[in-house]
């Protein structure tokens, strides 16, 4: 997030749908650092 935020424009995803067999404890911390990080690049 640090190099693809500054400007704006970043998208975080793992793609256009979660691949059949992600561990939802896999998925659920992606989003929790997405949700630390997101309001340093506001």
């Known amino acids: 997030m640090e190099a693809a935020a500054p400007g ?4 975080l995803g793992p793609s ?3 691949a059949y067999g992600t561990r ?3 998925f659920m911390a992606m989003l929790d650092e997405y949700d630390k990080l997101r309001f340093r690049f506001n």
């Open 8 to 11: 704006g424009g970043f998208i």
């Open 16 to 18: 256009h749908s979660i």
């Open 24 to 26: 939802y404890d896999n």
